[in-house]
């Protein structure tokens, strides 16, 4: 090779260099915008386009209702799935996947987006990371690269209170739309406590027709319930979302609703919370719930019925000078109204196994004898950590829903003034940061927890606008406290995506807080 011909092959390669260079530059890139964050991405330059509409190709019959969501979630988006496009999501079950039934991998190249599960509950959320990514960036247009992503925890859980304020089916449904986009899939409806009774029992309509009389704000308020017809219709809406719905039936205390039905099951109460439970001294007593909870078994395909049974000390003062009570205590050697308790609690658990269910209760169900093998135990008193150290020592599958900062009816800026507070408040970065924030838990220990949950409670948001300022966003820094392993989690990227979840909730007429903007909306005003 001559001197002259070596040159001019440099100079022809440092060319071709140059224009692969260049179309590599030129080639469109941009990264994913997502809460909860994926625990491993990869991105490389290109996009999935579907400004030209997208066709979805699976022939798995048990992802019919799936294809079916989304595609109505892409045509409020303006994107077409049936008119024939060459841009592919092709989404494939696959049984040796690797991920647990909630995990997925998501191939993305310029023409083909492929969505790999062991499960339809992992085609699901890859959908979901797709549709996310649609329309939080306001964009068309998908990353090229891999996402492999499954949860932290296997319940990842929010509970709303219905009986101190009724918000109703459509906001309940609204609400199941927002966990399912984010990734929670447990709603723990809490419909039964002191103010109202909200759910239908055919067999005892005055439950319902007395019982669901008032709120907590005024006892006059009209009568508000579920129907049965209704909680169906919800349960069907929640079940295409993959969102599992636990009823709870609070028991033996905060029962006045109940009691106001159906005095003659009164075990009375105290001065400030007059016939607050239920009487475990009448055998009548446990046919009576008996009746309740079969119609409830039989509504909810949850393995799980929630009874409550916390705060029975707040009401059950008269049970001392209760007959039937004191009669109970001497028959089944009882030495105190605490034993009393645990006495009901154990035949009502009974009750539930019998139905086919099991059992889900407050902390304090661990001391009246529970079973470590089918009790589900919500750890919420936050000041109580011996409580949780019971739980976990003890075997429990344990929820971590502690008041501070797993309660959203705490205040979230230190200028509210409508909300609790306990030695502080509420806010989302104490959300986004539990539990690693407050605890480190062995590997012993971690196996016991089977998730977190947010709680709302009712007590004093009596509108629409109360329900979303109190939970939104701060159920977003949930999803992602729930599904993102600790060393993915990154605060000032979720932060960077707020706004973006902004101007979806904006478009949704959501009455949010903005933690990023303070100023910008006030407190909505009470009723």
């Given amino acids: 090779m001559t001197a002259r011909t070596a040159t001019i092959r440099t100079l022809l390669l440092g060319i071709g260099i140059s224009v692969l260079m260049g179309s590599c530059a030129e080639k469109e890139s941009k990264d994913w915008t997502l809460v909860p964050y994926p625990n491993s991405v990869s991105v490389v330059p290109g996009v999935f386009s579907l400004e030209e509409g997208v066709t979805i190709s699976s022939s798995n019959p048990e992802l019919e209702s799936t294809v079916d969501y989304f595609k109505e979630l892409a045509a409020n988006l303006n994107i077409a799935t049936d008119n024939g496009a060459n841009q592919l999501i092709v989404l494939e079950i696959n049984q040796g996947a690797g991920t647990n039934e909630e995990g997925y991998e998501l191939n993305v190249s310029e023409d083909e987006i492929k969505i790999v599960a062991s499960h339809p509950k992992g085609i699901f959320y890859?959908?979901?990371?797709v549709w996310q990514e649609l329309k939080l960036s306001g964009s068309k247009k998908v990353p090229c690269g891999i996402v492999k992503d499954e949860p932290r925890f296997g319940y990842r859980g929010f509970m709303l209170d219905e009986s101190r304020y009724f918000y109703g089916k459509e906001k309940v449904k609204q609400l199941i739309?927002?966990?399912?986009?984010?990734?929670?899939?447990?709603?723990?409806?809490?419909?039964?406590?002191?103010?109202?009774?909200?759910?239908?029992?055919?067999?005892?309509?005055?439950?319902?027709?007395?019982?669901?009389?008032?709120?907590?704000?005024?006892p006059d308020a009209p009568v508000k319930y579920y129907?049965?017809?209704?909680?169906?219709?919800?349960?069907?809406?929640?079940?295409e979302r993959f969102i599992t719905i636990i009823p709870e039936i609070d028991m033996p205390g905060h029962a006045t609703a109940a009691n106001?039905?159906?005095?003659?099951?009164?075990?009375?109460?105290?001065?400030?919370?007059?016939?607050?439970t239920f009487d475990p001294g009448q055998e009548g007593t446990y046919i009576y719930l008996t009746k309740?909870?079969?119609?409830?078994?039989?509504?909810?395909?949850s393995k799980y019925i929630h009874l409550g049974g916390d705060e029975v000390h707040f009401g059950n003062q008269q049970w001392g000078d209760n007959d039937s009570i004191q009669y109970l205590m001497e028959k089944e050697g009882l030495a105190d109204l605490k034993e009393v308790e645990h006495y009901f609690m154990k035949r009502m658990t009974d009750?539930?196994?019998?139905?086919?269910?099991?059992?889900?209760?407050?902390?304090?169900?661990?001391?009246?004898?529970?079973?470590?093998?089918?009790?589900l135990v919500f750890w919420w008193r936050h000041d109580n950590e011996e409580a949780l150290q019971k739980a976990l020592d003890g075997g429990f599958n344990t929820i971590l829903c502690p008041r501070r900062p797993l309660y959203f009816d705490f205040l979230q800026l230190g200028s509210h003034t409508n909300g609790r507070r306990w030695k502080g408040y509420c806010p989302i970065e104490d959300v986004y940061n539990y539990p690693d924030s407050t605890h480190q838990f062995s590997e012993s220990e971690i196996k016991n927890i089977k998730g977190i949950q947010g709680q709302l409670w009712s007590e004093r948001f009596d509108s629409d606008q109360w329900f979303d300022f109190m939970t939104y966003p701060r159920m977003m820094a949930l999803s992602e406290a729930a599904w993102t392993q600790k060393e993915s989690k990154n605060i000032e990227r979720f932060n960077s995506t707020l706004p973006h979840i902004f101007k979806y909730l904006d478009e949704e007429a959501v009455y949010y807080f903005n933690p990023l903007d303070t100023l910008q909306r006030a407190e909505p005003v009470s009723k």
């Fill in 227 to 239: 129907t049965q017809a209704e909680i169906k219709e919800v349960i069907a809406y929640a079940a």
């Fill in 177 to 218: 739309n927002y966990m399912s986009v984010f990734k929670l899939n447990t709603f723990h409806w809490h419909l039964t406590d002191a103010p109202g009774w909200r759910i239908e029992i055919k067999s005892l309509p005055k439950l319902t027709t007395v019982g669901g009389k008032g709120n907590k704000k005024n």
């Fill in 126 to 129: 890859g959908l979901m990371t």
């Fill in 292 to 301: 309740i909870l079969k119609e409830v078994a039989e509504l909810f395909p």
């Fill in 351 to 375: 009750t539930v196994e019998t139905l086919g269910k099991q059992v889900a209760g407050w902390d304090e169900i661990i001391d009246a004898g529970a079973d470590n093998t089918n009790t």
């Fill in 260 to 276: 106001r039905a159906y005095p003659q099951f009164s075990g009375g109460g105290s001065e400030k919370r007059p016939d607050f």
